[in-house]
């Protein structure tokens, strides 16, 4: 039936005016990286549920991402969070990575999990916290050398919970401090990706609030700083891919941490809430993809696309292949508007024509053309059951109960 | 200085027609019970900050509890937390507290921290998993016979990640069961409080997401059911005051779980975010009191006034006592509300005269006449001044750090 | 290609277990009926652009309506607003929408445009004006006899701006009042839909502000009122589905007031925004139509489905069949989803399965599902092409600018 | 009973090493500007109620604008908005004010009311349309020259309905290109104040949707463009403050547009649904006075302080006097505040004590000080009864209904 079901599918695409040769090649080259956090147990502030079968350590962490990748095809490598990730020997890891096929991805600081930070890290009123925080930035400068990872990834947990708990502008300035101290630590060829959170459980204000304090630190840092998304970051009612296409237009945006959420940092599994909004997030990206200025479809390239996601309840390995299938299908979907009909209803005010035209890319079932793409590769056409029919998820449960959490 | 204040106070309520004997009076039997856990640390799922000090046991908790009334004067119970509060006998814990002039309070049951509870307790798609939470529950109702508590705090984490994940009916409908199983156990004198919750971290549906499915099940279930509001339970822009004003009326007001929030469920300390709900809840709440219906007025005799919070950050017992007094001095300024005049200029169609009727109250310093109540009780004029400068805060250091946490 | 389409999807639908036949008869009940205001101009208070062709009375309305029929062929009915479709003589305006094909649906009753509102209708201080508030739902009635109309949709926009300007709990009351004495006034057969909206610009309360106020009404009134869905009408983060699955439980839905939002009250094109909301809505109603219990079936099937838009910048008949044709889709995809498959999945406690199982549903592309159906009917395969392709549009442009607004 | 009532306040700020002369000092230099428009009826989509008295042309709107400024003594400029106020001659209109003791504040263009701008203005993809719009905003920057205004505040309705619907990084370069052509007719002593909104009715993107979007575009500009926050165009949960504190620290903040809201953009009175929220504005506004930077102290002399309201259903020129003074109140607690102390209380970690710092502040009953601050100005103690006193409300009635509105 999937023979038929792709060539019914090319016919009504090239009827549309779609290349699908060059949406093939797209969807070959899309890399989602995942995150080592994402294959341990993670919970809420009520109760973390441990699951039999968690890894145990970085390594085995690996082990199940490249379970990931072995079925999709398109999860080549793996973030890791530092000190959850810390190893004697990053070469060992790097190594073990490669040996799994896969890469060391964004390398994450976490300056929310001492004792010494409660009252905020890089933004504390104690210089010796400052420097504390600062150096754990540096440190990780420098695993990223090791592990040959171009981007590192900074989230801060930094806030105050009640007014006049601390003064915002001199916190700022505490931020811009410590930011400066690390982009001078960069190589030329790396990245730091600052992601902002406009809330913070127990917050009264987050120091890096939303994209624009975030672009602003950038701004003032230099080219090789650019603005993390994640899409649960994000006030009720904003238009998230709004902020996408300004950034992009900045050549300010440097990737995505992706999921979802109903209500606030929910770190769902992406494109289960809400998949329209991330349809319309890549309607963004591929409109720039063939923007008539160079610069802008350069900076649109280097977008990294990567998942954030916490399973409280969810099985993990299965819960990463749902989430880079889901961004897969999306992208796929939007592979499928022609920007051309897009623009043409734009220009004559064909407000209903225009919406029409990007909507219906959303309506088709990119089954067959995920089918054929992966076929060509060599993958499984359904990774889902393929993984569900190997043994490994049964094989994992001798690590028993107890693995990597935070 | 003070006395001063108090006789021009006196002389500006009297000028606008307030009895301050009245308030005075109203003002002594206001009381406002704490939470055991709020003694203890608490975090956010990235962190417990764990603080040197927090009592290690039930017993302790109730000695910090003690504290915070024997400054304020207006805190004599405590509810407590099952199993987090759990104690072989019941009795002792019960005379200890009498020991130390505090009653238990309300008893709250804990169905959300067994690892069966993982996709759900008393809405488990599993029969057994419901038995277990069904006789947590029926427990609670036994411990509450035991400590002589007339009260039944509910709040389910009951809910599901993801669409399709559970039957919303069905989950209705085991809610219902075992409320009903559990209703039938009480004393006459007993009370089931329903609390409800819209959103909840991970959360795509609540099982008792709002007033009206906690009111809707007090409704089915007795009268001995009333609905239990949480100020950090709500969607961003609801009006919290007309859900009060609303569950009055219909005679359904079991109590409150204060506490303040920015964004979600930050369970930060009471009237620090946005005193003036706080101000406008109590507005409803003596609008109320000075009902014609007798019916009306009697059931807000009995409305539960009770604080919730989670302190990650701030010094335990003097985050309680700051609560209890924001709670008290909202109050106070909502006992100096003309109704008379308020519901004059309501009649008149005067919208500005009403809302100023209302807001000047709010703008009046309450102190002298807290500072009298005070007095007039044998009480510190300043309960938070008079805790700093008691030994308590230094004794308890010896606890060491590790004591109760959640 | 429709045909191989169509044979290549019944293969896959059936492999899956779905009936297509049923599929197909239930697509064939469907009914949406459309609002006669969504045909006119209406704005924002800020400007309401006026269109040229828009209809200049009650009569024209009925006429675009038919369009919208005519080449869906699931628009039989429409919706009435009093006075904007105040008539002399409804006989005439029934017998007019008889032959064009179409029946008068609810009669809307207007009580926000009156000077005398400015402070409440049925919920003005002013008995008054309240009598005068509850004379015209009175009227709206007797004018529902003479059309013929089962339903009667009540929206108020009773509210306050400011804390203090009116007293809760007697509006309430005059509320309740007004709907009683409706309430007697009503044909066996008639239904009192009563709808409720969290919000409204500039106020501080609503009257109805959510589904339990409605439903708390419609319990009192009697088992002829029930609740009035509006999908725009509620705080960001709320789940909607949930409140319908709900008020189904309680054969408590009346029916939808369908559109979409992205932050407020925008009445926009349902399905534009958020067209997964829309689907899982379908999701529950579904799921309850094949419920063991006969009465929760009979209930669903009594649930009117009615659009309720404003359309400022869109041209309106084109824009009323898109609406149309989007919730046409999304119901469509819901009776693909296999809910004893998820239902083993929710029994089985697999998370994952389950919401694969709904979401698979959504992905499909309908299609040719929807071109066989109207095949069948003798209907254009895709009704806005048929439109757009006849001359109507440009025939109406002779009525000029300046019809029907509000 | 005030004498003694301010002597009592004098001791008791003293005693907290308050230095009142201060206070009086920056009391009686805080200046407010009122809108035309906030003289005339508005309403919502729904209804604009008409009020009888309502000024019937721009003299009579500054006539009443003056009655505003007598009473209060802080409100002696008034804002303009063109066309709503275009008249003949600019000369007279400015002398007009002049004679009544005003100053013309700032010119606002209107860029939302003209049949061309339905899909955009400076945005719309017709380059006729946006010369037109950008030619309007020209023909105000040379009406503030002929009126003698430093400030041109600038909102544009510009957005989009639907996805799709426009390009949205083109549009950003339209309105970058509109704004730069108008900064470069400016004076070089005028000033571009960039208002941005979240959200608009119906809208699914805003073209400036948040401060970040505001203030690249003043970045771009030059020194003479800066952000105009207007405290109602935040989505829910936002926090304002730190918006603020921001902008300072980047001087940028050029201004304000007060108003309160309880939901979306519902231009109510400022300070009657979250005070607390204005006074924490002034916080940072005045924490930032006391900057040891003297270009931030410089920066925040400058800031416009503006009320922009819509009184659907209020005595106009009373709502405006509430607004003027309920500014003016938060202002005096914020006056208040000491900031050695909030400051010592930070350095130590001490949050508890830093957060009372502040809001004991809030908590002052400023009246004594407000009621001094007036004598000492010749100014009525409560103005409010005073204008109410007089016959001016009366007199106007003579204008009948059907004035200025929009």
Known sequence: MTDRAYVLFEEQQQARGIN????????????????????????????????????????????????VHKYTGIAPSVAIHIPWDKVDDYGKLRAHAENLGLKIGAVNPNLFQEDEYMLGSVTNADAAVRRKATDHLLECVDIAKETGSRDLSLWFADGTNYPGQGDIRKRKAWLYEALAEMYKALNPDMRMLIEYKTFEPAFYHTDLADWGMAYN???????????????????????VEHIVAYLIDEKRLGGFHFNNRKYADDDLIVGTINPYELFLIFYQILNAAGDADASIRSHVGNIAYMIDQSHNIEAKIPAMIRSVLNVQTQYAKALLINHAEVQDAQERGDVLGAEDAVRRAFEFDVTPLLHAVREEQGLPADPMKAYLESSYGRDILARGKGGASW
């Open 20 to 67: 699908l040769d060059q949406v093939k090649q797209q969807l070959k080259a899309l890399k989602i990286e995942t995150p080592s956090w994402g294959y341990g147990d993670s919970g809420t502030r009520f109760k973390t549920f441990q699951k039999v079968g968690v890894p145990r350590d970085p390594f085995e962490k690996f082990e199940d991402a490249a379970q």
């Open 217 to 239: 630190m950038a701004l003032k840092l230099g080219p090789q700083a650019e603005v993390l998304v994640d899409t649960g970051h994000h006030a009720q009612g904003i238009n």
